[in-house]
């Protein structure tokens, strides 16, 4: 997969991308991610990117040319029309099940905005994509680019470990996370449950897919009438509302 960042501030994104999993999943070819300046396709001295609004108002916006000659380089480099996703507080909110079919593009470019936002003409000529990661406003697309690229490259095969270690998060089937304990045992007089301590295989993958249940229940009720729930699951999900057992 290989993934292109517009953005004004490419070393921003570079410092994040080079650590950690994503940095290695770079280093071993397992996803191409560059991040490329707008700046250097401004086409003028000084290398401005922006202009004041028409119709006055505060701020500046960004001008339609230099997005559009990054965007259109990126299209000369392949024979495959890239899918470009713009982040603005405008679009779609951002989610687990939209990160797994980001993963499954051969090549997405993502377009961070600034100042006032970008020219409405290049939006509208390029933009397949419109996302956004929560309703609140930031001062770049770069922080949601960053998000997007990170949830999108842990689907790619090889970045993590297994796809265990993804399949059982947070949100990928729907629900919230079991809780995680690790070593001591035993901590400020708190232990960890014995289930997990007893080796049996079938009692544990019970036992996590029911926390997982309640943990969704009182942390994010609106995510259980959202998810394809067994008549199993719907059951123990009333016996919790109804306090038969204990949240």
């Known amino acids: 997969m290989k993934i292109d ?7 921003m994104c570079e410092a994040v991308l080079s650590s950690s999993i ?4 770079r280093k071993n070819g397992l996803v191409e991610i560059n991040c490329v300046n707008i700046r250097d396709f401004a086409g003028n001295k000084h290398n401005k990117v922006d202009d004041t609004p028409y119709g006055g108002g505060m701020g500046m916006v960004m001008a339609a040319d230099p997005i559009y000659n990054a965007y259109k380089s990126l299209c000369a480099e392949g024979e495959e029309k890239p899918f470009l996703i713009y982040l ?5 909110v951002f989610d687990q099940k939209t990160a797994i079919e980001f993963s499954n593009i051969k090549h997405i470019v993502l377009l961070c905005g600034h100042y006032e936002g970008i020219d409405e003409r ?9 996302v956004s990661i929560g309703d609140f406003v930031l001062t770049g697309g770069e922080l949601p680019a960053l998000t997007v690229a990170d949830a999108v490259c842990r689907m790619l095969p090889g970045v993590l470990s ?3 270690c993804f399949t059982e998060e947070s949100h990928y089937s729907g629900l919230l996370e079991y809780p995680q304990y690790t070593k001591p045992a035993e901590w400020h007089g708190k232990t960890v449950p014995e289930v997990l301590l007893s ?10 897919h029911q926390k997982a249940l309640e943990v969704t229940l009182k942390k994010r009720p609106d995510l259980i009438e959202k998810s394809e ?3 199993k699951d719907l059951k123990y999900i ?10």
Request: aromatic share 4%; proline share 4%.
């Open 22 to 25: 994503i940095g290695r999943a």
């Open 229 to 231: 729930l067994s008549n």
């Open 5 to 11: 960042i517009l953005t004004l501030f490419p070393e």
């Open 238 to 247: 009333v016996d919790l509302k109804n306090k038969k057992h204990d949240i």
């Open 162 to 164: 297994d796809s265990v």
């Open 199 to 208: 080796g049996h295989h079938l009692n544990i993958e019970k036992w996590r």
């Open 122 to 130: 290049v939006i509208e000529e390029i933009v397949d994509c419109e």
């Open 88 to 92: 603005t507080p405008q679009g779609k």
